[in-house]
């Protein structure tokens, strides 16, 4: 298993704990993904959110209609311009998710040691001795034995609640559970979960398709959250949907790990995408739980050296309801950054929790107090290892570059960049300093109209830990004279200079291109 990436190795003195945080523009390198919903979706809150941290806004399609997420879209567009805050959009997909259909909305008693028939005639009245369910084909998927589980939402563990069920009988299309813990299913949405079993429905379904291609397609949505990922088929069939929708051709598909299946295949999914969601609440029921970290650290460690972005879910989930969060839930989010996670992924939190600012701004603060003793040196070196040589051309100017500013202490690390792919390197060698990622726009034609590109590029370094875009004027051509370049670069020294992460004196590390050569140089600020 990889160590600990934790910087302490000699005991500190317990009274510098205490002392506070120096204030910081960007709260955290770690990125903050917040799901808006009932509960944030006003211009107010989300405003709030963004102030607070939250880099990438996720729509969950698996409740609400493309018109109710299209009105919290326009709030979001409202809140970026009044905050000045850039902020990346993912679709998550509703996949081959099994639901409880309780058309009554009205609460579910479930006894323990008492049986429940989950059926797939959705005509029957949900009520404690049957719950209809939105698959036919579940009867033929278990046996005894299997293990079955059902939560509010997004699964959350708590007994009051979740409930377990053991498959005692399949009759017909029906099956019969017995119930193994007492709960009340109350609310409009829960999901059930078969262990380790797998569900014969695509994983991009008809009602995915549809809402990509069309409030994604008109949204231009810059991630697709591809729910229960099983293998590289899966990632491959999404990428060729989308190549086919214009605009959406540079959306990146994240894979989201739910089950067992998507954890055996882990290797070849995460090859095809562009990024990994760790989702521990389905995969957290299919996994023993003396199982889930150790899934945890590989699945990091695997995304870190590939270069590609790590997602953790389910950190806080009694901030859904309290305005702080458990001991226990505070060190999950610190060891998840520890880890080298790039971000924390919030659900229930913010979607409809009672503060969801809050739970941000929180969430924030853990990460960039682990930031601080992350063993940056221990990782470099273990990347840089890992590559191995000879090294491509990008990785070793990606390299020098982090070498270059730790040597020097410098502030910030600078990178002119078209594509984003120079930037997301240097952001790989985890630098313990901010990497202000100069998006140079490209100017294309389609023998019709002249479009520039870069925004997809900007927002999408959202997702990446201690990444952080500019969007530069695009009468700067990325390739250009030495007057221009310097020119761009001042703009995003002012820039750093606002900010207040670059002050007089300091170190600057600058990557770029000068013709066809790429250039690292240290620059140091007069007053």
């Given amino acids: ?144 034995g299997d293990e079955i589980f059902i939560g509010q939402y997004l699964f959350t563990g708590r007994e009051t609640t979740s409930v377990w069920l053991e498959v005692s009988e399949v009759k017909d299309k029906d099956v019969v559970c017995l119930i193994k813990n007492s709960a009340v299913l109350a609310g409009p949405l829960y999901t059930l979960h078969v262990s380790q079993i797998r569900i014969d429905l695509p994983t991009l379904t008809d009602k995915d398709k549809e809402a ?151 969430v924030g603060k853990i990460c960039a107090e682990a930031e601080k003793v992350y063993n940056q040196d221990l990782y470099f070196k273990k990347t840089v290892k890992y590559v191995g040589e000879p090294m491509t051309h990008l990785e070793s100017i990606a390299s020098s570059a982090v070498r270059a500013a730790i040597k020097v202490k410098a502030s910030v690390i600078i990178c002119f960049t078209s594509s984003g792919r120079a930037a997301r390197l240097i952001a790989k060698y985890r630098p313990t300093m901010p990497v202000l990622s100069v998006v140079i726009p490209r100017l294309r034609t389609n023998q019709l109209r002249w479009t520039f590109s870069g925004a997809f590029e900007a927002r999408q370094s959202l997702m990446v830990r201690g990444l952080f875009p500019i969007l530069a004027d695009p009468r700067h051509p990325a390739e250009s004279s030495s007057a221009t370049n310097e020119s761009v670069l001042k703009v995003a020294l002012d820039h750093g200079k606002a900010s207040g992460i670059i002050k007089p004196h300091d170190r600057v590390v600058v990557c770029q291109k000068v013709g066809d050569a790429s250039v690292v140089k240290i620059i140091e600020l007069e007053d």
């Fill in 212 to 362: 990509i291609s069309t409030w994604g397609l008109r949204n231009k949505i810059d991630f697709l959250l591809l729910s229960y990922a099983r293998g590289a088929e899966d990632v491959r069939q999404a990428r060729e949907f989308l190549s086919k929708l214009g605009d959406l051709k540079q959306t990146q598909i994240f894979a989201k790990i739910e089950n067992v299946e998507g954890l055996i295949n882990f290797d070849e999914i995460l090859q095809e995408a562009d990024g990994i969601i760790l989702a521990r609440g389905n995969l957290g029921i299919d996994l023993p739980p003396e199982k889930v970290f150790l899934y945890q650290k590989e699945a990091v460690y695997k995304c870190n050296i590939a270069g590609k972005p790590a997602v953790v879910t389910r950190v806080v989930d009694t901030m859904t309801d309290n305005l702080r969060p458990t001991r226990a839930e505070a060190t999950d989010v610190a060891n998840a950054v520890l880890d080298g996670c790039d971000a924390i992924l919030l659900g229930a939190e913010t979607l409809r929790g009672l503060y969801p600012i809050e739970t941000i701004s929180t």
């Fill in 1 to 144: 298993m990889v160590s600990n990436y934790l910087l302490l190795e000699e005991p500190i003195r317990m009274a510098s704990i205490l002392e506070p945080s120096k204030p910081s523009f960007f709260p955290a390198m770690t990125k903050i993904v917040g799901t808006l919903g009932p509960n944030s979706r006003s211009v107010e809150v989300i405003s709030g959110c963004l102030k607070a941290g939250m880099s990438v806004a996720r729509f969950d399609f698996s409740w609400g209609d493309a018109e109710y997420h299209q009105e919290t879209l326009e709030n979001l567009n409202v809140a970026i311009k009044t905050t000045k805050k850039l902020c990346a959009v993912m679709l998550d997909t509703i996949g081959p998710e099994l639901l409880i259909v309780n058309k009554s909305k009205q609460p579910i008693s479930l006894q323990e040691d008492s049986f429940v028939v989950l059926t797939p005639d959705q005509d029957q009245e949900a009520t404690s001795n049957i719950l209809p369910i939105n698959f036919s084909g579940l009867s033929k998927a278990v046996k005894k």
